[in-house]
């Protein structure tokens, strides 16, 4: 599989990926957001190609101290081969480059059947306590 930056001619494939792999939610938009993190400085959307076909996607960014991982997406008959794994260590090597070191990621509640990937993958629970606060935009 070849992994490398998300196009702009991708997005409506990547976000149909995303939407299949039930990791939209009504309050995200997926558009803006691969139009926000697609070849930041900080953040970009990478790829796993099998021929012309999109096997996968993954968000990834950083604030400078931590790396983030958003939208990690394998086309659901093409799971168990790998292809996950090779787009984390993509979206880590990613963040290495650009001089990051520790990397995060949330899962959802609905979403923790994925947790058991990312345990064999080197991932683990950490001991935090996420707080949030919706902030009411103009626009």
């Known amino acids: 599989m070849w992994i490398g930056p998300a196009r702009p001619e991708q997005r409506q494939e990547v976000v149909e990926l995303w939407r299949a792999a039930g990791l939209t939610v009504p309050h995200n938009d997926p558009v803006a957001d691969f139009d926000q993190a697609r070849g930041r400085p900080g953040s970009d959307v990478l790829v796993g190609m099998l021929g012309a076909r999109l096997a996968g996607a993954v968000m990834v960014g950083h604030d400078g101290h931590r790396g983030w991982l958003y ?7 093409l799971r168990g081969q790998g292809h996950g794994r090779a787009l984390v260590t993509a979206a880590e090597a990613w963040l290495a480059r650009h001089g990051i ?10 979403n923790r059947g994925v947790c058991g990937f990312y345990a064999r993958i080197g991932y683990a629970e950490a001991p935090v306590t996420t707080l ?6 103009p626009g």
């Open 71 to 77: 939208y990690l997406a394998v086309a659901p008959e």
């Open 101 to 110: 070191r520790k990397v995060q990621l949330m899962v959802r509640a609905g």
């Open 132 to 137: 949030a606060k919706w902030l009411d935009l």
